[in-house]
């Protein structure tokens, strides 16, 4: 959650599955797909509201963003949802910082919304995310997008945008590098030493 | 964080983090359909309130409330400590019943700390909320974060505290917390208002205000407390807002950025004049607002991760 350094470079095992040069390729497909699939661009669509979140998620929903206003004309507006304060893991874990909630001024009130986030894993960020949404307006429709899905659901969740599919073991762990936090844009694959449990980076 | 009992000794990391985490919350309220977040469900917060209090109370509730915990208030008057049950069985019993935090106000000093001893068994967390002369943490919390939010960071500012040092838990609870911020604190007080050892607090010492406030970036106003006061602390009233009142004609002696604070009850006219009070410079009503936001940081701190480390 924090911007620790993830995987650094070099340690022993690690693979990676995207260079800088595939993650970019990739967001600008995922791109391409929201464009297709919301009718973004096209006259009397209100053009959807791309929610990251923190950490990772929020400079991808600003790529994204960054990508459909380029290839659409129209770019959507970014922002961010913290989603710590609705997480079913909070009395687990030592208490976490909070991180930044951006909206859009005009609100998510009948918007279609893109919730936006970096690994897909049990599914239960994006159902905190849901609830926190829930407080904030009601969304003419969600929609999620994510670079990567590792599977391993622990809930009925499932991405509408996917940058890449990885079968994982559960013990491996799947780090998304982006130059915004950790100066470089990579994805790579942990062999189970350092394993992330479900519902962590989910 | 298990309990909050004083600033005094209070890690800067914690307080800062405190700090931040009511940033966050207040910034995520803002403008929200519904404020309210369900992160202390199922929690129980109690109110222990040996003394009056209006604004500490209401804004512990609120607070509380608004994380969704669930909120009892006791106060002292209408409980069975009218009967003469003790501190020690009253707080048992309220453990015993199922709250995971104590809030309490109370008459004497070191009362919170006592009843965090006497529930160190249970488990239950304790927030001072103002005992005796001694400490009130999250009055100090909600001053700070107003001035953070104001004045960018508190280090290196220097900010006035003006008054009845002596019987003021709260000034007691600002001079840690800000000094241990990096803040440089001066305390401007007749000799006879404050308080024995003074020379061992990371303060300065002044009685001539006047001079002080041509150099602050905040002063705070402290209320003359009448009830604590058995015997002539100054001659009169008068002589007091003559001397040490925040007038009109010394709020112009102020830099144009200063920010004038008071924890609350005012008094008009005595320590505070009314213009001032209600002027821009004034951040009263936002003390008020950040109070909340910051006791909801307190909470999610002490409440939200039950295998926290201490």
Redesign the interface.
């Known amino acids: 959650m924090s911007s620790r350094p993830r995987g650094a470079a070099g340690s022993a095992g690690e693979r990676e599955l995207l260079s800088a040069g595939d993650v970019a390729r990739t967001i600008a497909r995922m791109a391409h797909q929201v464009i297709e699939k919301t009718a973004n661009g096209a006259e009397r669509t209100t053009p959807p509201v791309l929610l990251g979140i923190p950490s990772r998620g929020t400079p991808l929903a600003v790529r994204l963003a960054d990508k459909i206003g380029e290839f659409s004309g129209v770019r959507p507006p970014a922002g961010a949802l913290?989603v710590t304060?609705?997480r079913d893991d909070?009395?687990?874990?030592?208490?976490r910082?909070?991180?930044?909630?951006q909206l859009p001024a005009d609100g998510i009130d009948d918007r279609v919304v893109i919730l936006v986030d970096d690994v897909l894993f049990s599914g239960r960020t994006i159902r905190a995310a849901l609830?926190a949404l829930?407080?904030?307006?009601r969304p003419r429709a969600v929609q999620l997008a994510v670079l990567v899905d590792r599977g391993h659901r622990e809930l009925p969740i499932r991405a509408d945008y996917v940058g890449k599919n990885v079968p994982t073991a559960r013990t491996e762990g799947v780090s998304v590098l982006l130059a915004e936090i950790d100066g470089r844009d990579a994805v790579l694959l942990r062999p189970s030493e350092a394993a992330e449990t479900p519902g962590e980076d989910s | 964080?298990k309990h909050l009992l004083a600033t005094d000794g209070l890690d800067p990391a914690v307080a800062t983090?405190v700090l931040?985490?009511a940033d966050?919350?207040k910034?995520?309220l803002l403008g929200?359909?519904?404020k309210?977040?369900?992160?202390l469900r199922g929690r129980t917060v109690v109110t222990l309130f040996y003394e009056n209090s209006t604004r500490t109370r209401v804004s512990f509730e609120i607070a509380g409330k608004w994380m969704s915990a669930d909120v009892i208030n006791v106060s002292a008057s209408s409980s069975s400590v009218n009967k003469g049950e003790s501190l020690r069985d009253t707080a048992l019993t309220l453990a015993a019943a199922g709250a995971d935090c104590v809030i309490v106000r109370h008459p004497a000093s070191g009362a919170a700390q006592r009843l965090a001893g006497w529930l160190a068994e249970p488990g239950t967390s304790v927030v001072n909320a103002g005992d005796g002369t001694h400490e009130h943490p999250t009055q100090a919390l909600l001053d700070a974060a107003t001035l953070r939010e104001r004045l960018g960071s508190l280090k290196d500012r220097r900010i006035a505290i003006v008054g009845d040092v002596l019987h003021s838990r709260v000034a007691r609870s600002n001079i840690h917390l800000l000094a241990a911020l990096g803040a440089e604190v001066v305390l401007v007080a007749p000799p006879t208002l404050l308080p024995y050892g003074v020379e061992s607090l990371p303060v300065t010492v002044s009685h001539d205000l006047d001079a002080e406030l041509p150099a602050v970036d905040a002063v705070m106003m402290l209320r003359v407390q009448a009830e604590r006061m058995h015997g002539g602390f100054f001659p009169s009233a008068r002589e007091y807002s003559i001397a040490y009142g925040l007038s009109e004609r010394r709020q112009k002696l102020l830099p144009d950025h200063a920010v004038v604070l008071h924890p609350g009850p005012m008094l008009r006219g005595m320590e505070i004049a009314s213009a001032v009070a209600d002027s821009p410079a004034s951040a009263i009503t936002e003390q008020v607002r950040n109070g909340v936001h910051v006791r909801m940081a307190v909470l999610?701190?002490l409440l939200?991760?039950?295998?926290?480390?201490a």
């Open positions: 913290d304060l609705y909070l009395r687990r874990r030592p208490p910082a909070l991180e930044q909630t609830d829930r407080d904030h307006g | 964080m983090a931040d985490t966050e919350l910034h995520t929200r359909e519904v309210k977040l369900p992160t999610y701190h939200a991760s039950e295998g926290a480390a």
